[in-house]
């Protein structure tokens, strides 16, 4: 059964630092391209980030570029964001999606159950 557990949220004050956490089971991380979103009160999910799984290439959305940074350890079945400079926009449930696939073009039809992060003073 392939699953993706995010940790790694909670509630940090504006300018802080947190780094979730994508682990998965079930199936061959190797082959699958990562995909963190996330989602806002009243507001559509947008992807945030994505990891290929071959050459490992990153992409950014414009909002969190030079902030965050995603990263994998495929030994660990396990993906990182680490998110700096936290602002209150960045306030919303936080989930990871697999893609089998080596590009970031979707669909990503596998996902977890989703981490809250606050970013609040």
């Known amino acids: 059964q392939l699953q993706l557990v995010e940790s790694g949220g909670g509630l940090v004050q504006p300018g802080g630092s947190l780094r979730l956490s994508c682990t998965t089971s079930?199936?061959?991380?190797?082959?699958?391209?990562i995909g963190w979103f996330r989602q806002a009160p009243g507001r559509e999910r947008e992807r945030v980030s994505c990891?290929?799984?071959?050459?490992?290439?990153?992409y950014y959305a414009n909002s969190v570029k030079g902030r965050f940074t995603a990263s994998r350890d495929n030994a660990k079945n396990t993906v990182y964001l680490e998110m700096n400079s936290l602002k209150p926009e960045d306030t919303g449930v936080y989930y990871c999606?697999?893609?089998?696939?080596?590009?970031?073009?979707?669909?990503?039809?596998?996902w977890g159950q989703g981490t809250q992060v606050t970013v609040s003073s």
């Open positions: 079930g199936f061959d991380l190797d082959l699958y391209t």
């Open positions: 990891i290929t799984n071959s050459d490992r290439s990153t």
């Open positions: 999606a697999a893609d089998h696939s080596a590009t970031c073009s979707g669909p990503f039809a596998f």
